[in-house]
């Protein structure tokens, strides 16, 4: 049992990791390429979306690697695995505090009603979701190594 315990939870982290590294280097640039309003546009709107299905994806999973951490407490790679947590628990921290309130507000934005400094705004969401990435890219690669 401890087993499948281990493989879905990396599995949850690993689909999460790729769907927010695809957001940071592929999804992102993609949008700032369109022309005119597209982009910002293409932003809000992923923002609306990604918005509300992150937050459980990310909770979920510390949800798991916390199960995982406490059912094989007296297994090898146990050390690896809070440290996952821990990494996934700042990242969950990061969100609340630096990035959501950015996607609060950029998710209603419109052609009409954005703010001058917008484009500010989404460049400051992306350095922060680009540290966001690398830090639950370590958790994952941690979960892997616990996994030997």
Request: glycine content about 8%; overall charge neutral.
């Amino acid at each position: 049992m401890l087993n499948a315990l281990e493989v879905f939870t990396t599995v949850a982290v690993g689909l999460m990791v790729g769907v927010e590294f695809s957001v940071a280097f592929v999804m992102n640039p993609i949008f700032n390429a369109l022309p005119e309003d597209s982009g910002q546009l293409g932003r809000a709107h992923g923002g609306r979306m990604l918005g509300a299905v992150m937050p459980v994806w990310y909770i979920g999973s510390l949800f798991l690697v916390a199960v995982w951490a406490i059912a094989g407490w007296h297994h090898q790679g146990t050390g690896l695995v809070v440290t996952a947590g821990a990494l996934l628990i700042l990242s969950v921290v990061m969100s609340i505090l630096l990035l959501v309130p950015i996607n609060n507000r950029g998710k209603t934005w419109t052609p009409e009603n954005r703010p001058a400094d917008w484009k500010e705004q989404m460049n400051r969401w992306d350095r922060f979701h680009y540290v966001r990435v690398a830090v639950i890219i370590a958790a994952f690669a941690l979960l892997v190594a616990a996994l030997a």
